[in-house]
Nanobody, 121 residues
Framework: QVQVVESGGGSVRPGGSLRLSCVAS????????MAWYRQAPGKPRDLVAS???????NYLDSVRGRFTISRDNAENTVYLQMNSLKPEDTAVYYC???????????????WGQGTQVTVAS
């Protein structure tokens, strides 16, 4: 089993910053991709940013230039630095990790419980 736990959400004013962290743990042989998604009330879950084990990064157009994803492969950790936050960034942010388990040598695709980010004046 592979667990994913997020931290770092909260409430900020427009223009503020937050940093989200996510750690994957358990029977992990390797993690291929880690990503952040977000879901606002009544809306679908969107991919915000992703990073592969080789460092390939993708961003949602609306966050490019404001958000930065980074990863510590040795610690199975991914970060999301969010700057210049806007009210429309308000959502529950979820971490996702995909890779290979070390116990059964099967693929895994694990989600965290989510962390709330609220941007309001």
């Amino acid at each position: 089993q592979v667990q994913v736990v997020e931290s770092g959400g909260g409430s900020v004013r427009p223009g503020g910053s937050l940093r989200l962290s996510c750690v994957a743990s358990g029977h992990i042989d390797r993690i291929n991709s880690m990503a952040w998604y977000r879901q606002a009330p009544g809306k679908p879950r969107d991919l915000v940013a992703s990073i592969s084990s080789g460092g390939t990064i993708n961003y949602l157009d609306s966050v490019r230039g404001r958000f930065t994803i980074s990863r510590d492969n040795a610690e199975n950790t991914v970060y999301l630095q969010m700057n210049s936050l806007k009210p429309e960034d308000t959502a529950v942010y979820y971490c996702n990790a995909e890779g290979m388990r070390s116990d059964y040598l099967q693929n895994f695709n694990s989600w965290g419980q989510g962390t709330q980010v609220t941007v309001a004046s």
